[in-house]
């Protein structure tokens, strides 16, 4: 506790904000790549195989991607920051083809109110996360089995079909990955702290942590855009 306590004692807040500002940087400017691929995707020829492409996946496509979900958190510690940049980017780049999807599900009014939504959510709870004074630590194991649950219970609804199981996944969905956002914002302080001084940590950490935030903003918006399309019966 004491040793917690000169670390943060000596860390300058310009520069954990810096650490902050990276994340929520890189996560931008991955979010700005998934809204032009998606755009691409809807308007080009090109764009619209690769759809149908993706579309005869079946299955295997939910499997993929969180084949990759898990695959690009797991390598971005281990490989050098300018390399996880691009992998993050061309992950993002796959989610933009994945969500063009949702304008032909969807109105324009629905997904720029659940995508509004969801960014007055996500900075709430970015703030949260980042100046509260209560320990969040303990949200860790309940946010894992909440994840689990909602992926196991959606991939068995792929083969179900029940709209109100798909309802409920929709509904904890939202609420495990805001309390995830809330979590790791306050996590990155001690990331920070435990890797001051580490330029090339720090910004392995930066990419991560936009990794994760960028999943979560993602996973929010899908399923809050899925909670209102059933309430406006699209």
Do not use: C
């Not at 990759?68 to 050098?80: H, K, M, Y």
């Not at 994840?147 to 196991?152: D, L, S, T, Y």
């Not at 790791?184 to 001690?190: A, E, G, M, P």
């Amino acid at each position: 506790m004491n040793s917690q306590t000169r670390i943060e004692g000596n860390v300058g807040t310009s520069t954990l904000s810096s650490f902050y500002s990276s994340i929520y940087g890189w996560m931008t400017a991955g979010m700005a790549v998934s809204a032009l691929t998606a755009y691409v995707t809807l308007t080009t020829t090109q764009g619209n195989a690769t759809l149908a492409a993706l579309a005869n996946l079946g299955f295997a496509l939910p499997l993929l991607y969180l084949g990759i979900v898990f695959g690009i958190q797991r390598i971005a510690l281990s490989i050098p920051p300018e390399v996880g940049r691009i992998v993050f980017l061309a992950f993002a780049a796959f989610n933009g083809v994945l969500l063009s999807t949702l304008a032909y599900a969807y109105t324009g009014a629905s997904i720029a109110t659940a995508f509004f939504a969801t960014g007055v959510m996500f900075a709430g709870l970015s703030l949260y996360g980042r100046t509260t004074q209560k320990d969040l630590s303990g949200w860790g194991p309940a946010i894992f089995i909440g994840m689990i649950g909602a992926i196991i219970a959606g991939l068995a609804n792929y083969f179900i079909g029940n709209d109100m199981l798909s309802i409920v996944v929709s509904a904890v969905v939202v609420v495990v990955f805001s309390a995830s956002i809330a979590y790791d914002n306050q996590r990155y302080k001690s990331i920070y702290n435990a890797y001051a001084g580490d330029e090339k940590a720090l910004k392995q950490h930066a990419i991560l942590g936009a990794i994760v935030m960028f999943i979560s903003f993602i996973a929010v918006f899908q399923n809050l855009l899925h909670l209102f399309g059933v309430m406006g019966d699209e």
